[in-house]
């Protein structure tokens, strides 16, 4: 009887031991998406973890007219020392930690600057996908996508208003 009972707790501590495995994966999952803010002066492009375990990221992929590259520099035409960027490859992955965000593209426009070159800047990365793939400390595959077209809403609506404007 008393190997029997013995038995019965050994199997009851594996299962235990598997629910606690089973809830620590499910609580410390991490829930990445993809933000863009588009302030007046600053344009951006964020991967933002808001879930409870880190997120991470093994590779970018940036696809603009059915072509692939790792980097976003390959996409734009913009100058180099305009903007801030990150670069994720096969060597160097990154870590978001839970409730921070890793910066894939972000600039912040001078006062100088006007409108049209802030519009040229967001008509280039309207034309873009972001596709991100990830895991997390479980070794669970994470994958993100999101196409950029959120920056062209303001230069349609411009576009509109000139071709609408009284004198044009």
Known sequence: MAIIISILALLATF?????QRMHNEKSL???????LPDYK????VHIRNNGLGPLIIDRL?????GQQYSSIDDCLHLDLKSYMRMAVSDTMKRVVLPNTHLVVFETQFEDHENEIEIDQARKQL???TLKVEGRDI????IMLERDLQWFARNIQEK?????FTPGN
């Open 159 to 163: 576009a509109i208003e000139q071709k």
């Open 61 to 65: 992929t940036f696809v603009k007219d």
């Open 15 to 19: 299962y235990q031991l598997h629910l």
């Open 29 to 35: 999952k991490p829930l990445g998406q993809i933000d």
């Open 126 to 128: 309207a034309s873009i």
């Open 138 to 141: 479980y070794d669970n595959k």
């Open 41 to 44: 002066k600053q344009v951006a």
